[in-house]
């Protein structure tokens, strides 16, 4: 049967019930509402998330859950705009959506995570907990472009951190007039001047040894006060076409490969 | 100024700081995914929600946070595709977004429920809670189309309970593709004879003396096998317009008064 | 077997194991410590519940569990002597007696709360919670005076809202050493002028469209100085006497039609 | 000014304001539902918190809160009547009740504990907690029978445990309809063989050396059938007087020195 | 087999697997790290659970789990050092590690606590809540030297409270580096004088009516400013010997009856 | 002045109110008590953390709070040993710490996490929301060997894993009597072909793009039946020494850093 639409919830009960005859993968994409800089809208990780989501589901079929818009976002509350839930509420949130969607009897389920690694401590707090005393024969994964995009970065021109190149590209590239060009900054905060050696410019580059520094909205708003870590003045819908092709490729053949997994984990 | 988007994910902080210079409302749309009948989509307690934020916020000029796509939803958990957060999740979630809000220094602010009555305990909580204890500045209200549509309830047909007549016809105007119009059930469950004479079939009309029964989702698959309490076979986009408008303009009146409203509550 | 009480907490372990046998239906009345204007006692809400309780117990038979006399009432924390539980605390006392009576065989469970509406989002969320994920076979009911007395509210002269005419009347009836007659305000507060058109000032009225505003104790403190939002000035034990046994007439038909009811809900 | 109660739910919120004007001691009885036997009412350790509190608050004029019926009774859940709550929950609730009365003025508080020992985790978790991090200025103490009334216990002919010769006493000395006289138990179980010998048969008693081991209700229920741990055939109306006038004298002598307490505890 | 060791960290898990075999006991040792005044140090009672879980283990072969250095004690916060769980943190921390213990086949588990009487309503909590919810057949215990060493209590000269002269010598006997004796106290804080008459000076001696007044970290460093409640200027690590050695003697004898009981409690 | 040691529980708070007149630096060694195949004890994750904590804190004379022995490890409780904490237990107990260090004023505090990678869902939750939300002014670090040893992995031989050659190397070369050389494995788990080819063996070398598989503890048993998923059969004290240095210099060097940091973060 060809789904009416990816989306779950422009389909009635009965749609769902047929899909799940026949399949039971789920997408969950997980976004935030957060400040990027002068030049991207705060729904950018949102819109990450949910294109990934979408796209990848279109090409395997698979049924996508409505996003969640809200992420951990705290050390970006001094800009006026972020929503931050706190972590324990994203965990709360997360796994009452994946119980319900494993109640219904979908067996695999992929959180796609749009807010490069900063919901991860919540969601994979959320996944390893159910996975092990709630819903131990429900296989969860999660996906983030911070590790699912390193073997295309080499396509970006700056080092790449918050509101970066590739990030502000793959909005442009999806939702063009949400993008300021005009604004894009061409600034880049050296952040192992402010954290010490031991701190990665680059999220999608090669890391050397490192310790993580924690730095809060103030903190933030005083080392990078436009809210743009990074030089994204060689941002381009081109790149964000090829970084986003990348990424659903790599989901397209991690879902492939998930239809026929038989185990040892999900598959027992 | 005016503003490129009433949502505010489409704007970057800059534009949400303008907003902020002369502005201190904001809406918060929650809806619920849940099943709403053979003939109608998941999302239609959050395509309520939505519809009803955007048209008001355009209206007035006033900015939308994200939607909060999931709400509490127990007792519909049999039927495929309902996702529900407990209770204590969707308080914890609107609470964080409001206090997000608030710290950017938004003052005002109403929620707007898709989900007639059931996402209501939860909104009050966590609105008493933050007003009393943590947000004694902040006015915050909550609009339902199950109390804002009293007076235009008489267009419907048939009673209103779960699924019916109105809020199909309101999805329908809004998104005609979502709705199954030759699914539309005629049937009619009779809540009294199965919760007692206490209880009352139409939750947009009068109503005499009532005892709260509760229900639990196996329990509803069994009195109401389609999902659908209601008839809702005189559905149409028209009388979604006419409803739609009714509590746009309800709406719009409210926040009218709120851009002037100068305490005792709200402005101390 | 006649009971020696219809109270649980005068009854040996022994005296309820014989009870169980023939029965399966306990009453929780809910009430609040809070104040309620210059003539009645912090305790008006708390006396309603136990009333209703005890004389709906005593005409049908069943038991009745100890009284909570804490409720949920952060608005009126200015007022001295109000005591307040936060809804979460008010949920997890209510979900405990009701895990426990539940334990022991009760598979019938009403709840009265005697606090008008503002116990209610706890006490929803207790019920719909329990009765969803712990206690599917438990049928549970929550009755209140805001609903359960429409039918007899054309017996009071002015509109009932916090410390009104009726429910100082309902103590009046049975405690009238509580109540101060020379105190009985006369005035009234409208709640549409300092809440919007979209508040209604009478909970025990019809009710146009409506929108939810939240006030919190400093504000109440403003606006109601002396406590009262109502002219409670015709108040007379008389009319508690009416208002009362209507109530209890209600409650009997209720718990008459529950002995017997068989389902679906409460009878799978 | 003479109070009209020592019972704050008697009074309006005006004659609170009135006390507080040169008062600052409040009482918080807090009982349990828990059966005590196939003599006793489920409800004696309420009522010997609220007859404590209420003699010593009128020998002393200070107020007394509404009492909390419900304790921590796990143990005793197999049987009938038995109401238990979390001890989250009674810290919770005690909390917020503190709270509350401290939010009023209220600088002295004193929790008296009718359920011998069982209640003080939650009690002490609760004030201790206050005290340190939210209500430094706020004196609180816990008096609980098995501590209070050391020096009487030698009027006793028996070990007293739970259902013991005094506590029954006590109740009958109050509320002499509620004991079943011709049900007294004259058993004893004998802990020590059942939790090694170092277990304490005596709660008022004098202890050597002991170890505390935990046991559950199906376990106690299998070594004391009947529900009653003591010999309480000796029980009397009379050592229930002498038992609770010295108590109270302890409670009158603890609040005269508390009124004139000026630190470092409390008077700082 | 004889263990490698008593503690449970230093195996691999097939010792752990093989000593299954054939035992179910462990101890767990809960300490803290709190001021004790100017000459023990912030480990004492951590160090006290210590040596007596592993040495009545190597008496009787039982495994240790390793220790937990903090415990609850936020009346020790204004003293440089101290370390304080919530108590709910440590309710949390001691049902999860028993939880693993119990998931592994351990049925008896005993709880050592080194801090006197102060971490007992957090461990008490866990314990009761655990045995009568989630590990009804799991036998679970509680020593605490406040309680084991009644019996020996003679041996010292001065009244015993917080960094008193018997905790202190404990430690001393086995680290002797660790104190300080040209720093130890003479002076003895009254509290009978701070908190009535009816509070008692001696933890380890006898004890008339008591009420349990509460004090905060602020309070404490008033009148108690070097950190010592009691005259430690007696102690010696010969008393510290016969302490240690008096309540390891107990615990071994609770070992062995643990060993062969067989119900009702832990047995069924 | 010369600390008598690097650990806070072995000094008295004096000592601790000393080093805090020149010094604010403390370190809070978090390790894990769980299974580490054959070969190593269950406590590998905390003798690392330990190892690391105490070296670095005796090279530039900081202070280290007690070790956590518990860490989150729910994937191996399949184990016997085993003792793993819900990571909202972890998050708990590390707030309480890090709070109860900032209340004595140690203004920079690095957690050291032994348990590479599967604490810090816990340890970044704790630390990001403290200090955002309410310690804005205490910096927060988290060093852990799976990213501070990257530049000195090529001294090994195998991918490393969990169980892997290194972190067996580092416990042997500081506790030698705690490995069991004759038990160090071979075999070598190929995750990719049990979670996908988006899964990195080595979670010390290069990875390339990667989705995030959950596993729990009865398919970890499955797929590593000896607990091990790397060959270690290469280990040897002479590389843990090695290792453990590099770490060490790498700690050192941050902490001097860390003495003349002057902000953004934690300077402002």
Redesign the interface.
């Known amino acids: 049967m060809a789904l009416r639409s990816v989306w ?10 047929d899909y ?1 005859k026949d399949n039971d993968i789920a997408i969950l994409p997980v976004g935030s ?1 957060e ?9 950018v990780d ?1 819109y990450a998330a949910i294109a990934l989501a979408e796209d990848a589901a279109k090409e395997t079929g698979v049924l996508v ?6 992420g ?1 976002s ?2 970006h ?1 001094e ?11 994203l ?3 997360v796994k ?2 994946i119980r ?2 494993a ?3 979908f067996k695999k389920i ?1 959180v796609i995570n749009g807010h490069k690694g900063s919901n ?3 969601l ?2 959320a ?3 159910l ?3 709630e819903l ?1 024969d429900v ?6 472009p911070m ?5 295309i970065a080499h396509i970006k021109d700056a080092v790449e951190h918050h509101a970066g190149e590739l990030e502000i590209s793959h909005v442009w590239y999806k939702h063009p007039h ?1 993008i ?1 060009p005009e ?1 894009l900054p061409s600034n880049q905060v050296d952040l192992t001047t ?5 701190t990665n410019n680059d999220l999608l580059g ?14 933030q708003k ?2 990078a006060p436009n ?1 743009s870590f990074s030089d994204s003045s060689k941002a381009s819908p081109e790149k964000g076409k090829t970084y986003h092709e990348y990424m659903v490729k ?2 397209v ?2 879902i492939e ?2 239809r026929i ?1 038989n ?4 598959g ?1």
């Open positions: 779950l919830q422009e389909l009635t009960w009965e749609d769902v019930a799940l509402t400040q990027h800089g002068p030049a991207g809208p705060l729904g949102s859950a409505p996003p969640l818009w809200y951990d705290p050390h509350l800009f006026p705009g972020t929503i931050s839930l706190r972590t324990e509420t965990v709360a949130v009452d959506v319900s969607l109640h219904h009897g992929i991860n401590p919540g994979i707090t996944c390893r907990s996975h092990e005393y131990p296989f969860l994964a999660l996906a983030d590790y699912l995009a390193k073997g949400l300021k604004k402010i954290m010490s050696e031991f090669k890391s050397g040894d490192t310790i993580e520094v924690f730095w809060n909205s103030r903190e005083a080392f809210g790599n989901l053949k991690f490969w998930l997994n185990g040892p984990v999900g027992m």
